[in-house]
């Protein structure tokens, strides 16, 4: 038996798993939710308050925020990778819509984030 641990839409479940024989690999009995581990945290990157510009950049997927590609008061331009995220181990650009100014960063790096949710906004 082997345990594994893993994250779905920020719930953690600890899973053990048998295997039975060279290349069949089982599901044990249900999984158990357990409490969701502290995430290593960066430093803080908001300089600005949350919200602060009028354009925002919100991510296409929910998955983990992996790099922050600009900083406040950085210029971007349209299509400029601002944060990339990961989601199904995949690294996700997420890009600014129109060009401008970043005005703030609202996540860190290893926040849990939801499809949808604002990142950081442009002026």
Do not use: H
């Amino acid at each position: 038996m082997k345990s594994y641990t893993i994250t779905v839409n920020g719930n953690v479940y600890d899973v053990l798993v048998e295997e039975n024989g060279a290349d069949a690999v089982t599901s044990a009995p249900a999984a158990r939710p357990t409490t969701p581990k502290a995430m290593p945290k960066a430093a803080p990157v908001k300089a600005a308050a949350q919200g602060a510009g009028n354009i925002k950049v919100a991510a296409g997927a929910a998955g983990k925020v992996f790099k922050l590609e600009v900083s406040v008061g950085q210029k971007v331009e349209k299509g400029d990778t601002v944060i990339i995220i990961e989601a199904m181990k995949m690294e996700i650009p997420v890009v600014a819509p129109e060009a401008g100014t970043v005005a703030s960063i609202d996540v860190t790096v290893g926040d849990m984030i939801e499809a949808g949710q604002v990142l950081a906004t442009l002026n």
